[in-house]
């Protein structure tokens, strides 16, 4: 089984989709055997109890330094041995340490058709913000794996979701979740525990 270890900052709703797809048997060959936050109360710890699976948190606010918080981040993700580590809406840059340590066993969801709206300063509500100012008819989601940079590592899967006229950045949102993010990252996990998708610093 493909050890599978979520990081999440906020509601999980792809960590929701994670779960179900495990349940209902889409997904074969993985299983969460824990769920990491940054943040205290956050939804996504709920989702994990109810599921059954071990939820904690790591704050970068309960260390002195930035570089402590990265020293026990690492060894945090090593006491899981995971096989795999899936950034789920996971607001906090990688440590360079942790990208050499696991490096090609971290993938991330990103919500625009990478290398649209990516980078720096692009997550949440301020993809979907860009995308509408811009005026682009077509937007969606990115499963990739990660790199040093942000957003830059080889690119799993992508959908894409139509941009429609009347969109706010909450409902261009809500439909990427439900048209792309929740199906292409559980397919992308249940590929790599199958061995279709391996990492060779590409695809």
Known sequence: MLRTLVL???????????????????????EIVGVLSNNYGVYALERAEKAGIPGEVLSPKDFESREDFN????????????DLIVLAGFLVKIPEAVIEEFEG??????PSLIPAFCGTGY???????????RGVKVSGATV???????????????????????DTPEILQRRIMEQAEWKILPEAISKIASGEIKYERRV
């Open 8 to 30: 999440v900052s906020g509601g999980g709703t792809n960590l929701q989709a994670i779960i179900d797809r495990i349940e209902d048997k889409t997904i074969t060959g993985a």
């Open 71 to 82: 020293n026990a981040f690492l060894e945090k993700l090593k006491s899981y041995n995971p």
């Open 105 to 110: 066993r971290i993938i991330n969801i990103h």
């Open 123 to 133: 997550y949440g509500l301020k993809v979907h913000e860009a995308a509408l100012k």
């Open 144 to 166: 990739h794996f990660v790199d040093s940079g942000m957003d830059t590592g080889p690119i799993i899967a992508q959908r894409a979701v139509y941009v429609e006229d009347g």
